[in-house]
């Protein structure tokens, strides 16, 4: 094996993992170790910047190893992480976010909502950049998470040297360099990726003045174009750790959902990137549309300028719970433990297990909507993210009997997953309404990789959804980012046309299931209004 080699490395909410990969996109090997969240009543979700580094070196380690490659064989290596906010102090050591005060604990993790009324102040005064995010901020940004630090912890606030989002943190580790990616820094900074520029006003306005004040010295004052090669690329330290070669090119990075539209969106070599929506189904759901217009879509984050496809502008919907939701769903219910023996014994996760029992049970794949009853699932369990931008929205389920045992779960399961279809197809509808609708969703994370899904995702979404060969999108996303560093392709998107191949494509099921779907959707509409107006009746209470 001559090489090239490139390393992509995805950090999400559960786990750290690493891919190699060669010139055009084959997979050789990967690694994945867990990484460790402290989740509290309310709203707390944190995580450590130590363990995190250490995950990601041993998946880097490991994956090279399986695969047999050689160090000066890997040419470039790329980043890409959930949206976490990460606080160092001004030695660039972890500094504590939490309200226990331990040091260790120095990241607020993404799906984390403590800043909900620091987003609302914020969405009160209604400042021009919120046009950029949708309409409205999203608890799960950075800047109402930095007011929550400064209005809580304001001595750590004060002490803290950089507050980095995840995939730059990862970058910094691994270089040194404190530049950002111009995909975090737009997508959940509020940076002006169009205008070049940070708005001043913006921070006076919301009480986080000092950022301004002192030029964004914390927060990032270079921003440059993902897959940018950073300072002298790898350094000693952090070749060593990853077990790596010093110097070997790093680009910037990407949030997690936006490496797996890099991965997925460039592989029909016969159309742009504006005609396909990603799609990335991992914890949560990110829907990724590229267009060479901006689309100001209510709810629907964004646009944002060269945020993930460079050039073209960005809108991303989605649900904060998705495959959690699920996974959520399936603890609920009195069937678990016998759900978990009968995957144990298959020797599968229980999810997996349950997906192959719904294609074991339904060759035809989309009659598995007969599974699922009357039952009707609105998985909002951590708000609804698109189209309403709502993060008060609470999960709504109907049809439910004094069933207790494993074909109920399943039909739970099913219709959780059409419940997360549904959003798709909501949030699909309110671009349509826009002129802005996909031709096609190219599907990526780690929800996503069966047949089965697949084939209920296209019957709820009513869109066709596609696979690409390669099995891990994400990780081939975050590895074109140590392409492009490398100079070994011309542009991001050359390296996207290069690495990245259709796979399958899973058409929405005919007439006689589609009907089934439209009236479910509707039923679906129903609930989700039910919620909102329940929620309007009891709040005073
Ligand atoms: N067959 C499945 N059905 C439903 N959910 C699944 C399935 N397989 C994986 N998941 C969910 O996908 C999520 C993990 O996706 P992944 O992309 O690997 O992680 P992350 O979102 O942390 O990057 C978990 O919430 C897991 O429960
Ligand atoms: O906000 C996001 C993208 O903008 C992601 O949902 C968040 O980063 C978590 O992703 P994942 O579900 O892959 O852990």
Request: hydrophobic share 45%.
């Amino acid at each position: 094996m001559a090489g090239p080699f490139f390393v992509g490395v995805d950090v999400g909410t559960g786990s750290a993992r690493a891919g190699i990969f060669d010139a055009v996109g084959t997979l050789l090997a990967s690694r994945k170790h867990d990484i460790r969240m402290w989740r509290e009543t309310g709203e707390i979700a944190e995580q450590s910047s130590v363990n995190i580094w250490d995950a990601v070196c041993r998946s880097v380690r490991d994956c090279v190893a399986q695969a047999g490659v050689q160090a000066d064989q890997i040419k470039g290596l790329g980043f890409d992480a959930a949206c976490s906010l990460v606080m160092l102090d001004g030695q660039m050591q972890p500094l504590s976010v939490s309200l226990t005060k331990d040091a260790e604990r120095n990241v607020i993790v993404w799906m984390d909502h403590r800043a909900m009324d620091q987003a609302e102040r914020i969405n009160a005064a209604g400042h021009r950049v919120l046009d950029y995010v949708g309409g409205r901020i999203s608890p799960e940004m950075q800047t109402p998470k930095l007011l929550w630090l400064k209005e809580n912890l304001p001595e750590n606030f004060a002490l803290a040297g950089q507050f980095f989002d995840l995939a730059d943190f990862l970058t910094w580790a691994a270089t040194g360099s404190l530049t950002r990616s111009a995909c975090t820094v737009a997508c959940k900074w509020t940076y002006l990726g169009h205008e070049d520029r940070w708005d001043s006003s913006y921070f006076r306005q919301i009480g986080l003045e000092e950022l301004a004040s002192e030029d964004y010295a914390r927060i990032g004052q270079t921003i440059v174009a993902p897959g940018t090669p950073l300072g002298n690329g790898l350094s000693d330290a952090a070749a060593k750790a990853l077990g790596l070669r010093p110097g070997t090119p790093v680009g910037a990075g990407l949030i997690d959902a936006h490496a797996g539209g890099i991965g997925t969106v460039g592989a029909d070599k016969d159309s742009g990137p504006e005609v396909m929506m990603g799609y990335v189904f991992g914890t949560s759901a990110c829907t990724m549309a590229s267009s060479v217009q901006p689309h100001f879509v209510s709810g629907v984050w964004g646009p944002y300028y060269s945020a993930m496809v460079p050039g073209l502008w960005l809108s991303e919907g989605g649900q904060s719970a998705a495959g959690e939701a699920i996974a959520h769903l399936i603890s609920c219910h009195p069937a678990r433990a016998e759900a978990q023996a009968r995957a144990d014994a298959a020797n599968q996760t229980v999810q997996a297990y349950l997906i192959s029992e719904a294609q074991r049970r339904c060759p035809d794949l989309s009659s598995a909507v007969t599974m699922a009853g009357a039952r009707i699932i609105v998985p909002e369990f951590l708000g609804n993210r698109a189209p309403y931008a709502d993060p008060h929205a609470t999960a709504v389920v109907s049809g439910l009997t004094l069933e207790t045992g494993f074909d109920d779960l399943l039909a739970s399961y099913i219709a959780g997953i059409f419940g997360v279809g549904y959003g798709l197809r909501q949030i699909i509808e309110a671009q349509r309404a826009h002129d802005f609708a996909p031709h096609a969703v190219v599907i990526s994370g780690g929800a996503g990789e069966s047949d089965m899904m697949k084939q209920l995702l296209a019957d709820a979404s009513g869109v066709p959804i596609l696979s690409i060969t390669c099995p891990e999108p994400v990780l081939l996303g975050a590895a074109m980012l140590g392409g492009v560093a490398s100079g070994h392709y011309g542009s991001l998107q050359d390296c996207m046309k290069t690495m990245s191949h259709i796979g399958k494509r899973f058409e929405p099921a005919g007439e006689g299931f589609a009907r089934h779907h439209d009236a479910r959707f509707k039923a679906y509409l129903a609930l989700q209004h039910a919620d909102r107006d329940l929620r309007t009746a009891l709040k005073d209470l």
